[in-house]
T-cell receptor, first 119, second 112 residues
Framework: GAGVSQSPSNKVTEKGKDVELRCDPI?????LYWYRQSLGQGLEFLIY????????KSGLPSDRFSAERTGGSVSTLTIQRTQQEDSAVYLC?????????????????FGNGTRLTVT | GQQVMQIPQYQHVQEGEDFTTYCNSS?????IQWYKQRPGGHPVFLIQ?????EVKKQKRLTFQFGEAKKNSSLHITATQTTDVGTYFC????????????FGRGTQLTVWP
C-alpha cells in the first residue's frame, strides 16, 4: 500500500476484554514500531521489530501487552484484560533499515492510529 | 524515564510572531529528527539533522543541531495559522537502529 495502514481505526471495548490491533507497514520496510499516545500527551514507545524479531520490548507497560510480527510484514498488538488506563491512540510506524553509512536513519512513517476506548 | 526533554510544552502566539521549541538530551544523539502532528492527525516527518552544529532550513522553519549533538531547536519565523500542531523532536542513541526517543512535543497554537 501507499502508507502504513492500521485497523480498526476506532475500538470501544469493555474493561476486562482482550483486543487486537493490526498494523500493515509500507511494503519493504523492515523496521516496525508501536507507540501509544494518550490525550494531549507525547509518544510513549512500546516495542519495535526488526524483521520478525523484537530486540526491544522494554516499553511494553505490563505483561498484558504483547506483540508479534509475521512474514516481516503485518504486526499485531494484543492487550489482554483491558483496563481503563489502556485507553489511548495506538500508533504504528515503519521505516527502512538504517543505512550503514554515516549516521543517517530512515524516518518513521506513521499510520493514522487506532483509538482505543476502554469503558 | 524521559530520555529527550522538550520545552515548552505549550506555546500560544499571534500570527506573524516567531516560535521556537527546544530539545535536549542528557546523552549524545546519533541524529535528531523532527515531526509535526496536526490536530487529529499522525506525526509526519519534517527533517533530519546528522552533523554536529548542522543547520537546515525549510522555508520559514530553521532547524539546528548542537555542537555536542545533545540539543536541537526548531524556529519558525512569522508563524501562520497553518503552522498549528504539535512539534516533536526524536533521536536515536548509539550506532544501531533501535528505539527512537521522542520528546513530549510542543503544542503550538496560532491566533489569527
Amino acid at each position: 500500500g501507499a502508507g502504513v495502514s492500521q485497523s480498526p481505526s476506532n475500538k470501544v471495548t469493555e474493561k476486562g476484554k482482550d483486543v487486537e490491533l493490526r498494523c500493515d507497514p509500507i511494503s519493504g520496510h523492515t523496521a516496525l514500531y508501536w507507540y501509544r499516545q494518550s490525550l494531549g500527551q507525547g509518544l510513549e514507545f512500546l516495542i519495535y521489530f526488526q524483521g520478525n524479531s523484537a530486540p526491544d520490548k522494554s516499553g511494553l507497560p505490563s505483561d498484558r501487552f504483547s506483540a508479534e510480527r509475521t512474514g516481516g510484514s503485518v504486526s499485531t498488538l494484543t492487550i489482554q484484560r483491558t483496563q481503563q488506563e489502556d485507553s489511548a491512540v495506538y500508533l504504528c510506524a515503519s521505516s527502512l533499515v538504517r543505512l550503514i553509512t554515516g549516521a543517517e536513519n530512515s524516518p518513521l512513517h506513521f499510520g493514522n492510529g487506532t483509538r482505543l476506548t476502554v469503558t | 524515564g524521559q530520555q529527550v526533554m522538550q520545552i515548552p510544552q505549550y506555546q500560544h502566539v499571534q500570527e506573524g510572531e516567531d516560535f521556537t521549541t527546544y530539545c535536549n538530551s542528557s546523552t549524545t544523539l546519533s541524529n535528531i529528527q523532527w515531526y509535526k502532528q496536526r490536530p487529529g492527525g499522525h506525526p509526519v516527518f519534517l527533517i533530519q539533522l546528522v552533523k554536529s552544529g548542522e543547520v537546515k532550513k525549510q522555508k520559514r522553519l530553521t532547524f539546528q543541531f548542537g555542537e555536542a549533538k545533545k540539543n536541537s531547536s526548531l524556529h519558525i519565523t512569522a508563524t501562520q495559522t497553518t503552522d498549528v500542531g504539535t512539534y516533536f523532536c526524536a533521536g536515536y542513541k548509539g550506532s544501531t537502529l533501535g528505539r527512537l526517543y521522542f520528546g513530549r512535543g510542543t503544542q503550538l497554537t496560532v491566533w489569527p
